[in-house]
């Protein structure tokens, strides 16, 4: 009987290397970023330095966004006072106004936003938006991976029989994997999609 035991790593552990689509040729990129906190990993201070061999791209210190962003809007409606509250949808460009209309008095106004980077899309790395490279479809799904390391705790997880890391604490990787991928029915499907991660990972040149 194969028993998963292993630390309950949050999936940012996984993030000091990421293989990424390279916004500016198209081939595979590296982000790397030196963690200092891995169980914080995307919240605390670190140096992320994106390079392409290909093309010579290098960006360093998060210096630009390639992803989306979403707008937020919270104030008072300029013309009956009702308080407006708005979240966009995510958007590759900002822009200076939204036009939104009030729920109360249902007038439109034009609003100042205030705009974040949008880091829900988990199938983009969350240091320059780009696209994960390690991906593949399961049904109507998206499995990625950020790296072979990422890769080979998945495959462990999948393959044991005694999952021992499930609800250790809230912020485990394993604990935050949709159902899809913790169902067993799907248990044979994903070590085919990961054996095929792993062979996209291994043909990767000058990694």
Not at 57 to 83: A, E, I
Not at 143 to 151: A, E, F
Not at 170 to 190: E, F, G, H
Not at 199 to 205: E, G, K, L
Request: glycine share 4%.
């Amino acid at each position: 009987m194969i028993r998963f035991d292993q630390p309950a790593y949050p999936t940012a552990y996984f993030s000091d290397l990421v293989y990424a689509i390279c916004p500016q040729c198209r081939h595979v990129a590296k982000v790397e970023t030196t963690i200092h906190n891995q169980a914080k990993a995307i919240l605390s201070k670190r140096q992320s330095v994106l390079s392409c061999k290909y093309c010579g791209l290098v960006q360093v210190n998060n210096q630009k966004w390639y992803g989306t962003y979403q707008g937020f809007v919270n104030t008072p409606c300029g013309n009956c006072g009702s308080r407006v509250l708005f979240t966009s949808k995510p958007l590759k460009k900002t822009s200076p106004l939204l036009t939104i209309s009030c729920e109360v008095c249902k007038k439109e106004k034009a609003y100042q936003p205030q705009w974040f980077r949008y880091k829900n899309d988990h199938s983009k790395e969350p240091y320059y938006g780009l696209d994960v490279f390690l991906q593949i479809g399961v049904k109507n799904h998206t499995l990625w991976l950020y790296n072979l390391k990422h890769l080979q705790y998945l495959k462990d997880y999948i393959v044991a029989s005694l999952r021992e890391d499930d609800g250790r604490h809230k912020y485990s990787m394993i604990t935050n994997l949709p159902q899809w991928v913790k169902s067993a029915k799907n248990r044979d499907l994903i070590l085919k999609k990961l054996h095929r991660l792993e062979q996209t990972y291994h043909a990767i040149p000058n990694k």
